[in-house]
């Protein structure tokens, strides 16, 4: 399982705020969870996708396309991608193994 940091930024739209694109997106995350493909979860600065490998990189072109079909005409996603094999890796995982060291301060 992989856990992904994605931001997609829509440029060229007619004012400042990119929420409603962000909430396109949204939706389109929310189809993939709701088929049991991937977990999600927005923060204010990106979202974090946790999935197999192959269904993220297609989350990712589903997602990087979302703001093209709203009329824009150019689209920055970036995209970092953490792949752990030695061991299963999840969000919940990866907070709780920070927390354990955080209590023991």
């Given at each position: 399982m992989a856990i992904v940091d994605v931001t997609v930024i829509p440029l060229g739209t007619e004012s400042p705020s990119v929420s409603k694109y962000?909430?396109?997106i949204q939706h389109i995350l929310k189809k993939y969870e709701?088929?049991?493909k991937i977990t999600f979860q927005l923060t204010p600065m990106n979202t974090i996708i946790e999935g197999e490998l192959p269904?993220?990189?297609e989350?990712?072109?589903?997602?990087h396309e979302a703001p093209f079909n709203k009329g824009i005409q150019r689209v920055a996603t970036n995209i970092r991608i953490d792949d752990r094999r030695d061991k299963k890796s999840t969000m919940?995982?990866?907070l709780e193994s920070v927390n354990k060291h955080?209590?023991?301060n």
């Open positions: 962000v909430a396109d709701n088929e049991g269904t993220l990189f989350v990712i072109a589903a997602i919940a995982g990866k955080l209590n023991t």
